[in-house]
């Protein structure tokens, strides 16, 4: 059966389930909406891959989150430097490493960041927080509020001075937020999750790299458990270090002008945006 198919049904089955049921514990323990245990989603979130891929097939797929902490990988891969650009201060490495311990996941170097980021809802990790995101914003998160909203919310108030009716926010901006043992219910490892924002906009340009020539490995780094990095005394120095999974196939890097090849044992953190059907006609 068509893998994209077969996890169709399957989230067809959970998504009749009621809220919070689909990994619920024995009658035993707890009686209905019972928290749920950590399970990787492994579902082919679109026909073009799972979770790790990072697809993104509409501005409304970026759904609109605010937390205290958030790590941004957009801008990950080379060991080096990269080169100073005009009317910009130095930008630091943000390397992301293939694990010597496993060779499908890279270790990026990423910023931690504060405010509002954006969750691609194709990407989403966690299998619980995909299934209740997905049931209440729609499968490319048309119902709730996100990147398409915020900007027609932004030119409605420019133009007419009014905004059109909010959306709600998606259930997955709630795993975003770490608890009072500095853990988020992304992941059990997961200090902050890797999103996307535009807080870098200004260093790195907003134009990419298209390397959809052909298949190569880059790291979905989108909800990726992350950890800060600390300096000596043990504070946040404004980075974080996350372990995004490696997915094959086509991609985009988030930077204009760059090798498509991130160096030997490296590699993007990336994501790919598939061109429109029928050329967009």
Known sequence: MNPVFRCLLKLAVLTMLP?????????TTCDQNCS??????????????PAAANIVLSPTNFLACTSTAYALCYYSGPDAVPKKKR????????????????PNIADCRCYAESGVSYVDIH???????YIETIRACGINGEKCRNLASDE???????????????LPTAPVCNYLQANAEGRTPMAPDAELVSTFSFARVKSYGVVPTDCTG???PYAGC????????????????GFATCRCPIFTGPYQVGQAGVSCDAGEGNVW?????????????
């Open 19 to 27: 809220s919070g049921a689909a990994f619920a514990q024995s009658s």
């Open 36 to 49: 749920a245990p950590y399970v990787p989603n492994e579902f082919w979130t679109t026909p073009y891959g």
């Open 87 to 102: 009317g910009v201060s130095a930008l630091p490495a943000l390397p992301c490493n293939i694990s010597a311990n496993d």
């Open 123 to 129: 990407s989403i990790r966690n299998t619980e927080a």
């Open 152 to 166: 027609l919310s932004s030119r409605a108030m420019a133009v007419a001075g009014g905004t059109p009716p909010s």
């Open 214 to 216: 052909s298949a190569a």
């Open 222 to 237: 989108m909800t990726a458990s992350c950890t800060f990095e600390r300096d000596a005394k043990g504070k946040p120095n």
């Open 269 to 281: 953190s990336a994501a790919y945006t598939p061109p429109p059907a029928n050329g967009g006609q």
